[in-house]
Protein backbone atom coordinates (compact mmCIF):
# COMPACT_ATOMS: atom_id res chain seq x y z
CA UNK A 1 0.00 0.00 0.00
CA UNK A 2 2.82 2.33 0.76
CA UNK A 3 2.48 5.53 1.92
CA UNK A 4 -0.61 8.07 1.86
CA UNK A 5 -1.24 11.77 1.93
CA UNK A 6 -4.94 13.59 1.59
CA UNK A 7 -4.85 14.49 -2.26
CA UNK A 8 -5.97 11.86 -4.04
CA UNK A 9 -2.19 10.88 -5.84
CA UNK A 10 -0.63 11.42 -2.28
CA UNK A 11 0.24 7.57 -2.32
CA UNK A 12 2.22 5.31 -3.93
CA UNK A 13 -0.65 3.47 -5.76
CA UNK A 14 -2.52 6.14 -7.03
CA UNK A 15 1.09 7.85 -8.29
CA UNK A 16 1.69 4.49 -10.12
CA UNK A 17 -1.57 4.52 -11.87
CA UNK A 18 -1.15 7.99 -13.39
CA UNK A 19 1.65 6.65 -15.76
CA UNK A 20 0.33 3.45 -16.37
CA UNK A 21 -3.27 4.76 -17.45
CA UNK A 22 -1.34 7.51 -19.36
CA UNK A 23 0.16 4.18 -21.45
CA UNK A 24 -3.05 2.28 -21.78
CA UNK A 25 -4.89 5.28 -23.06
CA UNK A 26 -2.08 5.55 -26.07
CA UNK A 27 -3.84 1.80 -27.35
CA UNK A 28 -5.87 2.48 -30.30
CA UNK A 29 -8.94 1.04 -28.26
CA UNK A 30 -12.28 2.34 -27.21
CA UNK A 31 -12.57 3.21 -23.46
CA UNK A 32 -14.52 0.60 -22.37
CA UNK A 33 -11.50 -1.86 -23.91
CA UNK A 34 -9.29 0.62 -22.06
CA UNK A 35 -11.37 0.05 -18.81
CA UNK A 36 -11.01 -3.84 -19.34
CA UNK A 37 -7.25 -4.01 -19.95
CA UNK A 38 -6.26 -2.19 -17.36
CA UNK A 39 -8.73 -3.92 -14.62
CA UNK A 40 -7.74 -6.69 -16.11
CA UNK A 41 -3.96 -5.99 -14.86
CA UNK A 42 -4.80 -5.17 -10.99
CA UNK A 43 -7.82 -7.40 -10.87
CA UNK A 44 -7.02 -8.07 -7.48
CA UNK A 45 -6.92 -5.24 -5.85
CA UNK A 46 -9.66 -4.04 -8.27
CA UNK A 47 -12.19 -6.98 -7.71
CA UNK A 48 -11.57 -7.47 -3.94
CA UNK A 49 -13.01 -4.56 -1.50
CA UNK A 50 -10.95 -5.76 1.38
CA UNK A 51 -8.09 -4.62 -0.24
CA UNK A 52 -6.62 -1.13 1.07
CA UNK A 53 -5.99 -0.04 -2.53
CA UNK A 54 -9.18 -0.82 -3.86
CA UNK A 55 -10.93 2.03 -3.32
CA UNK A 56 -8.16 4.68 -4.43
CA UNK A 57 -7.95 2.23 -7.81
CA UNK A 58 -11.16 3.34 -8.61
CA UNK A 59 -11.29 6.95 -7.77
CA UNK A 60 -7.64 7.41 -9.19
CA UNK A 61 -9.17 5.27 -12.64
CA UNK A 62 -12.41 7.06 -12.66
CA UNK A 63 -10.67 10.63 -12.01
CA UNK A 64 -7.85 9.43 -15.34
CA UNK A 65 -10.48 8.87 -17.93
CA UNK A 66 -12.67 11.37 -17.21
CA UNK A 67 -9.91 14.15 -17.26
CA UNK A 68 -8.50 12.07 -20.71
CA UNK A 69 -11.84 12.62 -22.09
CA UNK A 70 -12.62 8.78 -22.05
CA UNK A 71 -16.20 8.44 -21.24
CA UNK A 72 -16.79 5.27 -18.66
CA UNK A 73 -20.24 6.24 -17.04
CA UNK A 74 -20.11 3.09 -15.08
CA UNK A 75 -16.69 3.39 -13.75
CA UNK A 76 -17.77 6.66 -12.71
CA UNK A 77 -20.60 6.07 -10.98
CA UNK A 78 -18.72 3.32 -8.96
CA UNK A 79 -16.02 5.97 -8.06
CA UNK A 80 -18.54 8.22 -7.20
CA UNK A 81 -20.41 5.34 -4.70
CA UNK A 82 -17.08 4.28 -3.41
CA UNK A 83 -16.20 8.32 -2.34
CA UNK A 84 -19.65 9.23 -0.91
CA UNK A 85 -19.89 5.80 0.87
CA UNK A 86 -16.86 6.51 3.60
CA UNK A 87 -15.16 3.22 2.38
CA UNK A 88 -11.97 5.70 1.93
CA UNK A 89 -11.96 7.03 5.37
CA UNK A 90 -11.89 4.01 6.72
CA UNK A 91 -9.10 3.17 5.26
CA UNK A 92 -7.14 6.23 5.87
CA UNK A 93 -8.10 6.04 9.67
CA UNK A 94 -6.71 2.60 9.76
CA UNK A 95 -3.38 3.65 8.26
CA UNK A 96 -3.47 6.31 10.96
CA UNK A 97 -4.21 9.65 8.78
CA UNK A 98 -4.39 12.70 11.41
CA UNK A 99 -8.16 14.05 11.08
CA UNK A 100 -7.05 17.17 10.20
CA UNK A 101 -5.78 15.17 6.82
CA UNK A 102 -8.70 13.00 6.81
CA UNK A 103 -11.08 16.65 6.52
CA UNK A 104 -8.41 17.26 3.58
CA UNK A 105 -8.98 13.82 1.88
CA UNK A 106 -12.71 14.41 1.96
CA UNK A 107 -12.65 18.00 0.57
CA UNK A 108 -10.86 16.41 -2.39
CA UNK A 109 -13.39 13.27 -2.74
CA UNK A 110 -16.23 15.90 -2.57
CA UNK A 111 -14.43 17.47 -5.59
CA UNK A 112 -14.12 14.53 -7.45
CA UNK A 113 -17.26 13.62 -6.87
CA UNK A 114 -18.84 16.89 -8.57
CA UNK A 115 -16.35 16.31 -11.55
CA UNK A 116 -17.41 13.07 -12.14
CA UNK A 117 -21.18 14.04 -12.33
CA UNK A 118 -20.12 16.51 -15.16
CA UNK A 119 -20.05 14.63 -19.02
CA UNK A 120 -17.27 14.46 -20.16
CA UNK A 121 -15.81 16.26 -22.37
CA UNK A 122 -14.36 14.80 -25.43
CA UNK A 123 -10.61 15.17 -26.16
CA UNK A 124 -8.02 13.83 -29.13
CA UNK A 125 -6.55 11.10 -27.86
CA UNK A 126 -2.90 10.73 -29.57
CA UNK A 127 -2.86 7.01 -29.47
CA UNK A 128 -0.29 4.96 -31.63
CA UNK A 129 -0.81 3.76 -35.30
CA UNK A 130 1.24 0.91 -35.32
CA UNK A 131 3.23 -0.86 -32.90
CA UNK A 132 6.41 0.74 -31.79
CA UNK A 133 9.75 -0.06 -33.58
CA UNK A 134 11.75 -2.05 -32.04
CA UNK A 135 15.22 -0.11 -32.03
CA UNK A 136 16.76 -2.91 -30.45
CA UNK A 137 16.64 -7.00 -31.55
CA UNK A 138 16.90 -10.24 -29.74
CA UNK A 139 20.76 -11.48 -29.35
CA UNK A 140 22.18 -7.33 -30.59
CA UNK A 141 25.08 -7.30 -28.08
CA UNK A 142 26.06 -3.56 -27.81
CA UNK A 143 28.60 -1.46 -26.26
CA UNK A 144 28.12 2.38 -24.64
CA UNK A 145 30.33 4.84 -22.92
CA UNK A 146 30.47 5.46 -19.11
CA UNK A 147 32.12 7.68 -16.88
CA UNK A 148 33.82 6.92 -13.36
CA UNK A 149 30.72 5.68 -11.81
CA UNK A 150 29.23 3.65 -14.70
CA UNK A 151 27.16 5.83 -15.73
CA UNK A 152 25.75 6.07 -20.04
CA UNK A 153 24.95 9.84 -21.05
CA UNK A 154 21.45 10.80 -19.62
CA UNK A 155 18.85 10.40 -22.47
CA UNK A 156 16.85 12.90 -20.62
CA UNK A 157 19.35 16.24 -20.69
CA UNK A 158 19.21 17.94 -23.95
CA UNK A 159 22.68 16.43 -25.79
CA UNK A 160 25.89 18.39 -24.75
CA UNK A 161 24.09 20.29 -21.75
CA UNK A 162 25.86 18.07 -18.87
CA UNK A 163 29.70 17.24 -19.36
CA UNK A 164 30.21 13.94 -19.79
CA UNK A 165 33.93 12.34 -19.38
CA UNK A 166 34.30 8.59 -20.90
CA UNK A 167 35.93 6.48 -18.34
CA UNK A 168 35.56 2.97 -20.21
CA UNK A 169 32.47 0.73 -21.30
CA UNK A 170 29.35 -0.99 -20.50
CA UNK A 171 28.42 -4.18 -22.23
CA UNK A 172 25.21 -5.40 -23.05
CA UNK A 173 23.31 -8.04 -24.90
CA UNK A 174 19.23 -8.30 -25.50
CA UNK A 175 17.56 -11.17 -24.58
CA UNK A 176 14.51 -11.00 -25.12
CA UNK A 177 11.90 -8.34 -26.56
CA UNK A 178 8.35 -7.88 -26.49
CA UNK A 179 5.38 -5.71 -27.74
CA UNK A 180 3.25 -5.41 -24.55
CA UNK A 181 -0.74 -5.26 -25.64
CA UNK A 182 0.84 -5.68 -29.13
CA UNK A 183 2.13 -2.25 -28.91
CA UNK A 184 4.58 -0.94 -26.56
CA UNK A 185 8.25 -2.41 -27.13
CA UNK A 186 9.98 -3.99 -24.07
CA UNK A 187 13.29 -5.45 -24.17
CA UNK A 188 15.31 -7.54 -21.32
CA UNK A 189 18.87 -7.22 -21.37
CA UNK A 190 21.98 -8.90 -19.15
CA UNK A 191 24.97 -6.65 -18.79
CA UNK A 192 28.57 -7.31 -17.64
CA UNK A 193 29.32 -6.92 -14.56
CA UNK A 194 32.14 -4.73 -14.48
CA UNK A 195 33.65 -2.08 -17.03
CA UNK A 196 35.72 -2.83 -19.82
CA UNK A 197 38.71 -0.01 -19.76
CA UNK A 198 38.11 2.80 -22.45
CA UNK A 199 41.38 1.95 -24.26
CA UNK A 200 40.18 -1.90 -24.68
CA UNK A 201 36.62 -1.45 -26.56
CA UNK A 202 35.43 -4.85 -27.09
CA UNK A 203 34.49 -6.72 -30.12
CA UNK A 204 32.22 -9.59 -30.40
CA UNK A 205 34.82 -12.51 -29.66
CA UNK A 206 36.09 -10.50 -27.05
CA UNK A 207 32.52 -9.93 -25.55
CA UNK A 208 31.57 -13.56 -25.31
CA UNK A 209 34.69 -14.37 -23.51
CA UNK A 210 34.10 -12.17 -20.76
CA UNK A 211 32.47 -12.70 -17.48
CA UNK A 212 30.17 -12.32 -14.97
CA UNK A 213 27.25 -10.91 -16.62
CA UNK A 214 23.77 -10.37 -14.59
CA UNK A 215 20.00 -9.54 -15.68
CA UNK A 216 18.54 -6.85 -15.45
CA UNK A 217 14.62 -6.45 -15.36
CA UNK A 218 12.91 -5.35 -18.58
CA UNK A 219 13.27 -1.93 -19.55
CA UNK A 220 12.01 0.49 -22.73
CA UNK A 221 14.64 2.10 -25.29
CA UNK A 222 13.00 5.04 -27.78
CA UNK A 223 15.07 5.80 -30.62
CA UNK A 224 16.15 9.42 -29.34
CA UNK A 225 17.32 7.74 -26.05
CA UNK A 226 19.41 4.95 -27.77
CA UNK A 227 20.93 7.88 -29.72
CA UNK A 228 21.39 9.99 -26.74
CA UNK A 229 23.39 7.32 -24.90
CA UNK A 230 25.00 6.16 -27.62
CA UNK A 231 24.74 2.59 -27.52
CA UNK A 232 26.47 0.77 -30.78
CA UNK A 233 26.35 -3.07 -31.86
CA UNK A 234 29.08 -4.41 -32.43
CA UNK A 235 27.34 -7.96 -33.54
CA UNK A 236 24.66 -10.56 -32.83
CA UNK A 237 24.70 -14.06 -31.53
CA UNK A 238 21.78 -16.22 -31.52
CA UNK A 239 19.87 -16.09 -27.82
CA UNK A 240 18.21 -19.54 -27.26
CA UNK A 241 14.57 -18.51 -25.60
CA UNK A 242 13.83 -21.19 -23.53
CA UNK A 243 17.25 -21.03 -21.69
CA UNK A 244 16.63 -17.19 -21.04
CA UNK A 245 12.80 -18.23 -19.94
CA UNK A 246 14.81 -21.07 -17.55
CA UNK A 247 17.11 -18.64 -16.22
CA UNK A 248 14.56 -15.29 -15.66
CA UNK A 249 11.36 -16.12 -16.09
CA UNK A 250 10.29 -13.91 -12.85
CA UNK A 251 12.15 -11.14 -14.54
CA UNK A 252 10.57 -11.42 -17.64
CA UNK A 253 7.14 -11.48 -16.06
CA UNK A 254 7.92 -7.67 -15.56
CA UNK A 255 7.69 -6.82 -19.52
CA UNK A 256 4.31 -5.39 -19.61
CA UNK A 257 4.70 -3.73 -15.82
CA UNK A 258 7.49 -1.70 -17.35
CA UNK A 259 6.29 -1.04 -20.39
CA UNK A 260 3.36 0.40 -19.29
CA UNK A 261 5.38 2.49 -16.67
CA UNK A 262 7.58 3.19 -19.60
CA UNK A 263 11.46 2.97 -17.56
CA UNK A 264 14.02 3.92 -19.63
CA UNK A 265 17.10 0.89 -20.26
CA UNK A 266 19.25 3.51 -19.24
CA UNK A 267 19.58 2.53 -15.59
CA UNK A 268 19.44 -0.72 -16.56
CA UNK A 269 22.78 -0.86 -18.46
CA UNK A 270 25.50 0.99 -16.25
CA UNK A 271 27.62 -0.56 -15.25
CA UNK A 272 27.22 -2.61 -11.42
CA UNK A 273 29.69 -4.97 -9.93
CA UNK A 274 28.11 -8.51 -9.25
CA UNK A 275 25.17 -8.15 -6.97
CA UNK A 276 24.10 -10.96 -4.45
CA UNK A 277 20.81 -11.73 -6.37
CA UNK A 278 22.02 -11.91 -9.70
CA UNK A 279 20.91 -14.96 -11.37
CA UNK A 280 24.08 -16.50 -12.19
CA UNK A 281 25.68 -16.06 -15.78
CA UNK A 282 29.54 -16.50 -15.94
CA UNK A 283 29.65 -16.07 -19.96
CA UNK A 284 27.37 -14.77 -22.79
CA UNK A 285 27.46 -18.38 -24.27
CA UNK A 286 25.56 -20.14 -21.72
CA UNK A 287 22.58 -18.52 -23.05
CA UNK A 288 23.51 -19.19 -26.89
CA UNK A 289 21.97 -22.15 -29.07
Known amino acids: MGTWGPGLYDNDTASDMRPAIAAVARLPLSAQEVVDLFVARHRDVAENPADDDHVAFWLVLADQLHRRGLDAAEVFERARDLAKSGADDRV????????????????????????LAEPVTPKKRKTLSAPQRLVMVQGQVGVAEVNRTGELRNPYMREGRVRFEPAGYTLFAVVATEHVFGFLAAYAVVVLRGAVPLAARPDLETALSLGPWGFELPATCSSAHARKMRLETIGTVPIASDLVTARASPLLKEMEEFAVQDVSIANRLRVTPPRKKDIPLSSLRELIR
Do not use: I, P
Request: aromatic share 0%; net charge positive; proline share 0%.
Open 92 to 115: MASVGMSAADRNKREQHLRELVDR
